[in-house]
C-alpha cells in the first residue's frame, strides 16, 4: 500500500494543527455554528441527529491491520465501541464530541489516515474493486492509478469548490465489481487493438433525487494522459455545472442537458490543450506508484488443498461459507475471503471495536497484514492461504462474523437512516434487521442465488436502492415512515436503474411485502436463475400483482 513520504506527513500535521485553532475558536463562540460548518466539513465532520458523525477516509479500500487496530482505537476512545464501514469504503464515527476532534485527527495521522475530502463539494474518496490486485479476472491493477488520481484531487486548487461533490470509481476488471456506472467519473482498464493497455473512461453516473446510468465518453485514452483527460472532465464540470440549484448541480445533470456528444466535445477541445501543458504521467512516475503494491512473497502452493476438498464434502456450513465468502485467488494456493458484516441483530456495516481488534489480528495471521473494505459495507482479507480456509472460518464465527451470506438476499446494503441522519425520512437499520431476521434460512437465502436488497433512509440515496435487484426507499408521508419499492437495479455491467413498483408500504407492511416479491420469485424463476435476469424476463407486473392484492 502506499507509504506516505515526509511532505505527506507534513502536509497532514499542518492541516490537524490548522483545524485544531478552528475547533478551539468555534468552542470559545469566536466562530458561529454556520461558519464553523464549511471548516468542519473540508475536515470529514457532519452536525447529525444527536451528536457530529466523523467520517474517515480508506483510499480505494486498503487498510492495513495496524491502520484497522488504530480505528477500534479511536471507536473506544471517542466513539462508543463501534464503526460504520459505509457504501464509499470508508468509515464512520457516529458520536464524536466536538472538543475531542483534534485529538482524533492526530491519531489517524498516526497511522497515515485522514478525514480530508470525505464530505464538501469536492472529489471524494476514490474507491475501486474491493479485489483489485489479486482477482483472476483482472487486467491489471487500478490501485497505483487511484493513489496517483487521490494526490492528483487531494487540496487542488481548481476544483476544492465544485458546483457539487464528485465521486471517480475505477477497475481493472472483466466484472464490475465498484459500481463504476454509478459514479460521476469512472475509469476501467481496457486493452485497445494495438494491444495497449489505458483507459475507457465513462461520465456522468450517479444516484440520489435524479439517478442515471453513467455514459462511455471515451473508449480509450492512454495511460500517460490519466490526468490531462481527468482536469478537462473536471475543467468543463466545474465551469458549467449549476451552481444555483443544489438538487440540479451533479456533472450528471450537465451531462443529460448537454447530451453526451456535446460534454464530449467541450472535454475534448480541452483535453487537446492540457495535452500541451506537461500534464502527462512519466512511466517512471507511473512505474514508482506500482512499487507501492507489488505483490508479497506469495509461496509456491498447489492449488488445492485435500483436507479443504474433505470438508466441503463433510460440512454443509463450512460448504455454504465457502461458497459465497470465498473466491479464487489469481495466485494458486490462495484464496479471497470476504469478511461478513450483516450478521443477525447488527446494523449492516457495523463492528465493534472488538471484533475490529481481532480482525486486524487474524489479517496478520492469515492474509500478511492487508484487509479491504467493500462497497457493500463488508471487509475482505486478499491473501489467505487456501489450506487454512477451514481454521479461519472457526475463527470468523467465533467473532460473528462468518455469515454466509455474501451477494445474497441478506447481504443487504443500508445507510444509518433517521437513527442518525438529519436527512433521513425514515430509518433503514431496523428495517435491515427484520429482513434479515425473516430470511434466516440459510439453505432457502442460497437457493435464491444472487440477489441484491440495498435500503435508503432518504432520497439521497446513500444505501444505493437505485441499484438494487430489490430496493427500498424510506419516505415520509405526513410524518410517517413509509417504504417505496423498486425492482429491476444493478450495480454492475449489466447497470440499471429500478422502477417504482407501486404505492409505499407502512413500516408493519414492508418486510410482508419483500416476502410477496421473493414470493412471486421462487414461483415464476427457471432453474438457477438470478432475480434480476427473471425480473427482466417477466416483468413488473407479475411481481406488483401479487404484492398488492390483498394491499
Given at each position: 500500500?502506499?507509504?506516505?513520504?515526509?511532505?505527506?506527513?507534513?502536509?497532514?500535521?499542518?492541516?490537524?494543527?490548522?483545524?485544531?485553532?478552528?475547533v478551539?475558536?468555534?468552542?470559545?463562540?469566536?466562530?458561529?455554528e454556520?461558519?464553523?460548518?464549511p471548516?468542519?466539513?473540508?475536515?470529514?465532520?457532519?452536525?447529525?441527529?444527536?451528536?457530529?458523525?466523523?467520517?474517515?477516509?480508506?483510499?480505494?479500500?486498503?487498510?492495513?491491520?495496524?491502520?484497522?487496530?488504530?480505528?477500534?482505537?479511536?471507536?473506544?476512545?471517542y466513539?462508543?465501541d463501534?464503526?460504520?464501514?459505509?457504501?464509499?469504503?470508508?468509515?464512520?464515527?457516529?458520536?464524536?464530541?466536538?472538543?475531542?476532534?483534534?485529538?482524533?485527527?492526530?491519531d489517524?495521522?498516526?497511522?497515515?489516515?485522514?478525514?480530508?475530502?470525505?464530505?464538501?463539494?469536492?472529489?471524494?474518496n476514490?474507491?475501486?474493486d474491493?479485489?483489485?490486485?489479486?482477482?483472476?479476472?483482472?487486467?491489471?491493477?487500478?490501485?497505483?492509478?487511484?493513489?496517483?488520481?487521490?494526490?492528483?484531487?487531494?487540496?487542488?486548487?481548481?476544483?476544492?469548490?465544485?458546483?457539487?461533490?464528485?465521486?471517480?470509481?475505477?477497475?481493472?476488471?472483466?466484472?464490475?465489481?465498484a459500481?463504476?456506472?454509478?459514479?460521476d467519473?469512472?475509469?476501467r482498464?481496457?486493452?485497445?487493438?494495438?494491444g495497449?493497455?489505458?483507459?475507457?473512461?465513462?461520465?456522468?453516473?450517479?444516484?440520489?433525487?435524479t439517478?442515471?446510468?453513467?455514459?462511455?465518453?471515451?473508449?480509450?485514452i492512454?495511460?500517460?494522459?490519466?490526468?490531462?483527460?481527468?482536469?478537462?472532465?473536471?475543467?468543463?464540470?466545474n465551469?458549467?455545472?449549476?451552481?444555483?440549484?443544489?438538487?440540479?448541480?451533479?456533472?450528471?445533470?450537465?451531462?443529460?442537458?448537454?447530451?453526451i456528444?456535446?460534454?464530449?466535445?467541450?472535454?475534448?477541445?480541452?483535453?487537446?490543450?492540457?495535452?500541451?501543458?506537461?500534464?502527462?504521467?512519466?512511466?517512471?512516475?507511473?512505474?514508482?506508484?506500482?512499487?507501492?503494491?507489488?505483490?508479497?512473497?506469495?509461496?509456491?502452493?498447489?492449488?488445492?488443498?485435500?483436507?479443504?476438498?474433505?470438508?466441503?464434502?463433510?460440512?454443509?456450513?463450512?460448504?455454504?461459507?465457502?461458497?459465497?465468502n470465498?473466491?479464487a485467488?489469481?495466485?494458486?494456493?490462495?484464496?479471497?475471503?470476504?469478511?461478513?458484516?450483516?450478521?443477525k441483530?447488527?446494523?449492516p456495516?457495523?463492528?465493534?471495536?472488538?471484533?475490529?481488534?481481532?480482525?486486524?489480528?487474524?489479517?496478520?495471521?492469515?492474509?500478511?497484514?492487508?484487509?479491504?473494505?467493500?462497497?457493500?459495507?463488508?471487509?475482505?482479507?486478499?491473501?489467505?492461504?487456501?489450506?487454512?480456509?477451514?481454521?479461519?472460518?472457526?475463527?470468523?464465527?467465533?467473532?460473528g462474523?462468518?455469515?454466509?451470506?455474501?451477494?445474497?438476499?441478506?447481504?443487504?446494503?443500508?445507510?444509518?437512516?433517521?437513527?442518525?441522519?438529519?436527512?433521513?425520512n425514515?430509518?433503514?437499520?431496523?428495517v435491515?434487521?427484520?429482513?434479515?431476521?425473516?430470511?434466516?434460512?440459510l439453505?432457502f437465502?442460497?437457493?435464491?442465488?444472487?440477489?441484491?436488497?440495498?435500503?435508503?433512509?432518504?432520497?439521497?440515496?446513500?444505501?444505493?436502492?437505485?441499484a438494487g435487484?430489490?430496493?427500498?426507499?424510506?419516505?415520509?408521508?405526513?410524518?410517517?415512515?413509509?417504504y417505496?419499492?423498486?425492482?429491476?437495479?444493478?450495480?454492475?455491467?449489466?447497470?440499471?436503474?429500478g422502477?417504482?413498483?407501486?404505492p409505499?408500504?407502512?413500516?408493519d407492511?414492508?418486510?410482508?411485502a419483500?416476502?410477496?416479491?421473493?414470493?412471486?420469485?421462487?414461483?415464476?424463476?427457471?432453474?438457477?436463475?438470478?432475480?434480476?435476469d427473471?425480473?427482466r424476463?417477466?416483468?413488473?407486473?407479475?411481481?406488483?400483482?401479487?404484492?398488492?392484492?390483498?394491499?
Amino acid at each position: 500500500m502506499y507509504q506516505y513520504d515526509k511532505f505527506d506527513h507534513q502536509i497532514l500535521a499542518e492541516r490537524n494543527a490548522q483545524f485544531r485553532g478552528q475547533v478551539e475558536r468555534r468552542l470559545r463562540g469566536e466562530l458561529t455554528e454556520e461558519e464553523f460548518r464549511p471548516l468542519r466539513l473540508m475536515n470529514g465532520l457532519y452536525l447529525q441527529l444527536h451528536a457530529y458523525m466523523l467520517r474517515v477516509a480508506i483510499p480505494y479500500g486498503v487498510l492495513s491491520s495496524a491502520q484497522l487496530r488504530q480505528l477500534a482505537m479511536i471507536a473506544r476512545k471517542y466513539d462508543r465501541d463501534y464503526g460504520h464501514f459505509t457504501t464509499r469504503q470508508n468509515i464512520q464515527y457516529n458520536w464524536i464530541k466536538l472538543e475531542e476532534m483534534p485529538d482524533l485527527l492526530e491519531d489517524l495521522a498516526k497511522v497515515e489516515m485522514h478525514a480530508i475530502q470525505t464530505s464538501g463539494n469536492c472529489i471524494r474518496n476514490i474507491s475501486t474493486d474491493q479485489f483489485a490486485g489479486v482477482a483472476r479476472d483482472e487486467l491489471e491493477d487500478p490501485r497505483p492509478y487511484a493513489e496517483i488520481l487521490r494526490q492528483w484531487s487531494t487540496f487542488h486548487p481548481e476544483f476544492s469548490y465544485l458546483p457539487r461533490k464528485f465521486k471517480i470509481a475505477l477497475t481493472g476488471a472483466e466484472r464490475d465489481r465498484a459500481a463504476i456506472y454509478f459514479h460521476d467519473m469512472a475509469y476501467r482498464l481496457v486493452k485497445n487493438d494495438a494491444g495497449e493497455i489505458g483507459f475507457q473512461v465513462i461520465v456522468g453516473g450517479g444516484m440520489g433525487r435524479t439517478p442515471i446510468v453513467g455514459k462511455v465518453i471515451k473508449d480509450f485514452i492512454p495511460k500517460r494522459h490519466l490526468l490531462s483527460y481527468s482536469e478537462s472532465v473536471m475543467r468543463v464540470y466545474n465551469g458549467y455545472g449549476r451552481r444555483d440549484n443544489i438538487y440540479k448541480a451533479r456533472i450528471k445533470i450537465l451531462v443529460q442537458e448537454l447530451g453526451i456528444e456535446e460534454f464530449r466535445r467541450q472535454v475534448d477541445a480541452d483535453y487537446e490543450l492540457n495535452m500541451s501543458r506537461s500534464l502527462d504521467l512519466e512511466d517512471s512516475e507511473i512505474e514508482r506508484m506500482k512499487a507501492f503494491f507489488a505483490p508479497p512473497a506469495y509461496r509456491a502452493l498447489p492449488e488445492g488443498d485435500a483436507a479443504v476438498t474433505a470438508l466441503l464434502a463433510d460440512s454443509k456450513p463450512f460448504r455454504m461459507w465457502h461458497d459465497r465468502n470465498v473466491t479464487a485467488h489469481k495466485v494458486p494456493g490462495y484464496s479471497i475471503v470476504t469478511i461478513s458484516l450483516k450478521p443477525k441483530g447488527v446494523a449492516p456495516g457495523d463492528a465493534t471495536t472488538d471484533q475490529m481488534y481481532a480482525i486486524a489480528d487474524l489479517s496478520d495471521e492469515y492474509s500478511l497484514g492487508t484487509l479491504r473494505t467493500t462497497y457493500k459495507q463488508n471487509l475482505v482479507l486478499t491473501d489467505v492461504e487456501t489450506s487454512r480456509l477451514p481454521e479461519l472460518w472457526e475463527r470468523l464465527k467465533t467473532l460473528g462474523v462468518a455469515t454466509a451470506t455474501v451477494d445474497t438476499l441478506t447481504d443487504i446494503i443500508a445507510c444509518p437512516g433517521l437513527d442518525y441522519c438529519s436527512l433521513a425520512n425514515a430509518r433503514s437499520i431496523p428495517v435491515a434487521q427484520r429482513l434479515i431476521d425473516r430470511f434466516d434460512d440459510l439453505d432457502f437465502v442460497h437457493d435464491l442465488g444472487e440477489l441484491r436488497l440495498n435500503i435508503s433512509g432518504c432520497i439521497n440515496a446513500c444505501g444505493h436502492h437505485h441499484a438494487g435487484n430489490i430496493g427500498i426507499l424510506g419516505v415520509d408521508k405526513k410524518g410517517e415512515e413509509f417504504y417505496q419499492v423498486t425492482l429491476g437495479g444493478s450495480p454492475e455491467d449489466d447497470a440499471s436503474i429500478g422502477k417504482i413498483m407501486g404505492p409505499a408500504f407502512s413500516e408493519d407492511d414492508i418486510v410482508p411485502a419483500i416476502e410477496k416479491v421473493i414470493e412471486v420469485f421462487v414461483a415464476k424463476r427457471e432453474p438457477d436463475e438470478r432475480f434480476i435476469d427473471c425480473y427482466r424476463r417477466i416483468g413488473m407486473e407479475p411481481f406488483k400483482e401479487r404484492v398488492y392484492a390483498d394491499h
